[in-house]
């Protein structure tokens, strides 16, 4: 007896005085949180344990473990084909090319009528189609914004372009004119920024040409086209080729077309 009580310790002894707690920040908490979980785990058990099965449930079990099970010599059905010289797992057939399996049951549990299923499938698959065909107009709708945007962009290049050329042959015009001393141009547009020039001299006056073309009536292709066709017939040049040629001759043998196409 005195062996034993000395083999217990003293509750007021140093060994359980001087126990170092673990005071780590946060372990209380996870420790608490732990332990919620457990208690709530073990509820959750009893709670599936103890709860009682509805009578669906229970139907569902009996005839789930009545399908697993198979035919007996007590099935009358079943005895009739042994009879017949049938084997369990055998083809059914007298060449023994049918069926092995029972055909399967599908049991309906639901409330809904004859139909109510095939309904619910044809709505999934119209909801279905309907999301198709928005996602293929809304494709289409931007495919059709790029190709627009594609439209814009390249007319805006050809626009810039044009007037880049236009600017080239009213400096080539107002400098060939210039050598030939030419003091005035054909039409004020001929010549790079004259048109935009408030009048600094009077001109003579001439009768008004009836094939003369007014500047706010005509498109830069349009200027563009007048002009190169006047330095082609009125100096033998090609803004295309940047080249003066000798003569008409050496000019339509020598120089792909009038246009900016003819030279690409």
Not at 185 to 205: F, H, I, N, S, V
């Amino acid at each position: 007896m005195k062996l034993n009580m000395a083999e217990e310790e003293d509750y007021m002894s140093d060994s359980f005085i001087n126990v170092q707690q673990d005071i780590r920040p946060g372990l209380p908490m996870l420790r608490q949180i732990r332990e919620a979980r457990r208690k709530e785990e073990k509820q959750q058990e009893a709670n599936l344990k103890n709860r009682q099965k509805s009578l669906k449930e229970e139907e569902q079990e009996r005839r789930d473990i009545g399908l697993k099970n198979a035919l007996g010599c007590e099935n009358k059905g079943f005895a009739l084909l042994q009879k017949m010289g049938y084997k369990s797992g055998q083809a059914l057939g007298k060449s023994g090319d049918g069926i092995v399996e029972p055909i399967p049951l599908n049991v309906k549990t639901g409330k809904s009528g004859l139909g109510h299923e095939a309904l619910l499938k044809r709505k999934a698959e119209e909801k279905l189609e309907n999301y198709r065909r928005k996602i293929h107009m809304k494709n289409q709708a931007e495919e059709t914004a790029a190709e627009q945007f594609r439209l814009r962009f390249k007319h805006k290049h050809d626009e810039v372009k044009l007037e880049g050329d236009l600017r080239r042959s009213q400096r080539a015009c107002q400098q060939l004119d210039t050598q030939k001393n030419i003091q005035f141009p054909r039409e004020a547009w001929y010549w790079l920024g004259l048109e935009e020039e408030t009048e600094e001299e009077e001109e003579e006056e001439k009768e008004p040409d009836e094939d003369e073309y007014k500047s706010e009536d005509l498109s830069v292709l349009e200027k563009l086209q007048i002009l190169t066709g006047y330095l082609r017939e009125e100096h033998l040049y090609c803004i295309w080729c940047g080249t003066a040629y000798e003569d008409k001759e050496d000019l339509s043998s020598n120089c792909p077309g009038p246009t900016s196409a003819d030279h690409d």
